[in-house]
């Protein structure tokens, strides 16, 4: 089997800054990416930032400049500094990864989602 496990949401003022960490355990093989989605009430689940296993990162436009992903990999596990937080970043956020895992079988896994609410 294989785990992600999410930790560091919360409530914090418009401006402020939150960590995100999650961590991946298990049977796993290989690591392709691990990235970060977000889906706010009555929208769809975006993006928000991916980090390859080469070191190529992808951020959604609206938080480039403000959101760094990063990866331990040693601990298997993947961080997202969110700086300079607004309303609008109100959503649940979920880690994905994409790996190889049970079985030598190549797909997606998501954590359980962790609540970033700001609001002042």
């Known amino acids: 089997q294989v785990q992600l496990v999410e930790s560091g949401g919360g409530l914090v003022q418009p401006g402020g800054s939150l960590r995100l960490s999650c961590a991946a355990s298990?049977?796993?093989?290989?690591?392709?990416?691990m990235g970060w989605y977000r889906q706010a009430p009555g929208k769809q689940r975006e993006l928000v930032a991916l980090?390859?296993?080469?070191?190529?990162?992808n951020y959604e436009d609206s938080v480039k400049g403000r959101f760094t992903i990063s990866r331990d990999n040693v601990k298997s596990t993947v961080y997202m500094q969110m700086n300079s937080l607004k309303p609008e970043d109100t959503a649940v956020y979920y880690c994905?990864?994409?790996?190889?895992?049970?079985?030598?079988?190549?797909?997606?896994?998501w954590g359980q989602g962790t609540q970033v609410t700001v609001s002042s």
């Open positions: 298990g049977s796993i093989f290989t690591i392709y990416s």
């Open positions: 994905n990864a994409d790996l190889v895992g049970p079985g030598k079988i190549r797909r997606d896994y």
């Open positions: 980090l390859s296993s080469n070191g190529n990162t």
